[in-house]
């Protein structure tokens, strides 16, 4: 009794795009054109927000289909962190856990809440870089030392 020979086949949309890419950029040859790649929605025409390339012509590659896999997956990273507000300026003296991240929409822990509503973390001005220093924040306001909560959500859709 014979066996049959395993093949295994490893073929991703990655792979897919690069191989037709190739393709395009040998008859565009010699005249090179961008090939953007569209994985996950990023790419121009896709109603983002990404623009079109500066340069003239451009290829765009997406997929025709692409099934959802799971459910979402939320993760969060808490952060705490000691400081100050003073005007739209954040001085942070200690970093207790994880860093100061950009973008982050910063919580206290008092009940009511003495922070104003939809405080932003926006950029680092000085010292250790996501650590101690001062930032921008995105409201003015004057609060004393205490514990922040800058928080960090992140939210996938396996597809």
């Known amino acids: ?3 049959a020979i395993g093949i295994t086949v490893s073929f991703t949309e990655t792979l897919g795009f690069q191989i037709i890419g ?12 961008p090939i953007i790649r569209q994985l996950g929605n990023t790419a ?9 390339p500066i340069a003239g012509d451009f290829i765009i590659m ?4 692409n099934p959802r896999l799971a459910y979402n997956i939320t993760s969060y990273v808490d952060n705490i962190i000691v400081g100050s507000i003073s005007g739209t300026t954040l001085t942070v ?4 856990k994880g860093s100061v991240p950009i973008g982050a929409l910063i ?3 008092n009940n009511p809440p003495q922070i104003a509503p939809n405080t932003v973390i926006l950029s680092q001005l000085s010292g250790n870089p996501n650590g101690t220093g001062t930032y921008s924040v995105s409201v003015s306001q004057t609060l004393n030392s205490q514990n922040f909560y800058p928080g960090v959500r992140t939210d996938i859709a396996p597809s």
């Open 44 to 52: 121009p025409g896709v109603n983002n927000r990404v623009p079109e």
């Open 1 to 3: 009794m014979s066996q």
């Open 93 to 96: 003296t200690q970093v207790i």
């Open 22 to 33: 190739n393709f395009l950029q040998t008859i565009c040859s010699p005249y090179p054109i």
């Open 62 to 65: 997406s997929s025709v289909y």
């Open 107 to 109: 919580f206290d822990g």
